[in-house]
């Protein structure tokens, strides 16, 4: 961010889904906010959002769930 002091929370939702044994599926999102805590007034933040999307294959096996 540039500054001295900032603060950063972070949040999102992940889904998995195995296709196979060792192909997995993701899909979720993720909420970011960037600010520097109210420390100086104004606080101006930024909030970004972003979605996300994976194909995981695994080259060891995996236990059965």
Known sequence: MGA???ALIE???DLGYMITKRL??????SL???SNGA?????YGIITI??????KYNFF????F
């Open 61 to 64: 096996d995996l236990p059965n």
């Open 39 to 43: 420390l100086k007034v104004p606080n």
């Open 24 to 29: 997995e599926f993701d899909a979720g999102f």
């Open 4 to 6: 001295a002091e900032s």
């Open 11 to 13: 949040a999102g939702l």
């Open 50 to 55: 972003a979605p996300k999307i994976s194909l």
């Open 32 to 34: 970011t906010h960037f």
